[in-house]
């Protein structure tokens, strides 16, 4: 069993910050990338930012310059630095890791729960 748990999201202003966190557990053999993802209603589901085991980071070009992926040392937590945030950054966002179970396993996309971010005008 492979969990990312979620938290940071919430509720701010057009210009405010906020800073989400995923933390993956349970049998993790080992992470290639982590990244997020963001849905906002009626709109497909699309990367926002991703990282590397070796730190090298790809980011939307709608978020280019406001947001700042990374991941701790240990390489199964990431976090993500969102800052001046607007309306339209609105939606749902999702962990996401590229990961094995096991060191004879496929690597496999596992997701998280998800978490709203609310950016009022």
């Known amino acids: 069993q492979v969990q990312l748990v979620e938290s940071g999201g919430g509720l701010v202003q057009a210009g405010g910050s906020l800073r989400l966190s995923c933390a993956a557990s349970?049998?993790?053999?080992?992470?290639?990338?982590m990244g997020w993802y963001r849905q906002a209603p009626g709109k497909q589901r699309e990367l926002v930012a991703e990282?590397?085991?070796?730190?090298?980071?790809n980011y939307a070009d709608s978020v280019k310059g406001r947001f700042t992926i990374s991941r701790d040392n240990a390489g199964k937590t990431v976090y993500m630095q969102m800052n001046s945030l607007k309306p339209e950054d609105t939606a749902v966002y999702y962990c996401?890791?590229?990961?094995?179970?096991?060191?004879?396993?496929?690597?496999?996309?596992?997701w998280g729960q998800g978490t709203q971010v609310t950016v009022s005008s």
């Open positions: 996401n890791a590229v990961l094995r179970t096991g060191p004879f396993k496929f690597e496999d996309n596992y």
């Open positions: 990282i590397s085991t070796g730190g090298s980071a």
């Open positions: 349970g049998s993790i053999f080992s992470i290639n990338v």
